[in-house]
């Protein structure tokens, strides 16, 4: 009988597919004629800055992107000092990409209520498909 303990499987980075995620949410910008720029690397709270041509001022966006769902998300940017911060949630699908990206895009007050935080966590929880199914594809929001 052997006594070796069994290998943890090593967990993929993160990294490309949040990357990901913001370049197919930035090329959706351009296509769809908004001005878009990504945000520095680690720049707090938001990923890309978005606005009409004529606008004077830039949205914040926050860009959360899953394989598969849930998403992982901060509570923080649930509170009531980012309640009005647009969010894209990006369902990216497996690395075959024989599905086509799905894009979620909501305030965070509107789905604020639907963060799951399970007991032991305390500053992260999770956003299930579930709650955010109707923000689909609702980038008129963008333009509001």
Known sequence: ?????PQKKKRKSGIPTGN?????VMGELLRRGF???????????????????TDTVLKKLQVKTVRSAPW????????DALADQLTIFVLLGDEKAQKP???????????????????????NGFMPLTAIKEYEDRWEILAE
């Open 72 to 79: 992982y998300v901060k509570l923080a940017s649930y509170s």
């Open 101 to 123: 990206v799905r894009y979620f895009i909501t305030k965070n007050s509107e789905v604020a209520s639907h963060v799951h935080r399970p007991n032991d966590w305390r500053q």
């Open 1 to 5: 009988m052997s006594n070796q303990k």
């Open 20 to 24: 990901a995620g913001e370049y197919f």
């Open 35 to 53: 001005d878009a720029q990504l945000a520095d690397r680690n720049t707090k709270d938001y990923d890309i800055l978005v606005g009409q041509p």
